[in-house]
């Protein structure tokens, strides 16, 4: 089975030394995905912002993949404060409520202060 790799052009990608997905036969791993805006490398202020730029960022690359939204079946969501719960899960509800993904939440520490959610997707098209 050969193993296909997807990268958004990220420098983080590179220095970090990672894909932003990896496609394996009929599955594909879609790498932790932060709220950068990718057309200009910045990263909004608030925390919905930066959701719905998780959410793109990861259909734009399901898609690259043969993938649609409709096949994850595994959600992984890290926000930095428990406070961005309320925000941030009607926003997830609009993009999962009919896939209804198994998911699970934490709240921790990213790796760079800016960063307020951090998203990650398993699909399977089978």
Partial sequence: MKRRLISTGS??????????AVVQGDWCFVSGTTGYDYQTMKMPDDVATQTRNCLVTIKDVLEEAGFAMVDIV?????????????????ILGEAFGKIR???????????RPEMKIEIEVTAFRG
Avoid: F, H
């Avoid at 420098?11 to 932003?20: H, I, N, T, V």
């Fill in 101 to 111: 993904p198994a998911a699970m939440m934490i709240v921790c520490s990213l790796c």
């Fill in 11 to 20: 420098p983080l990608e590179k220095a970090a030394g990672y894909s932003r």
């Fill in 74 to 90: 595994r959600a992984n969501y890290v926000i930095t404060d428990q406070e961005y719960t309320d925000t941030v899960l009607p």
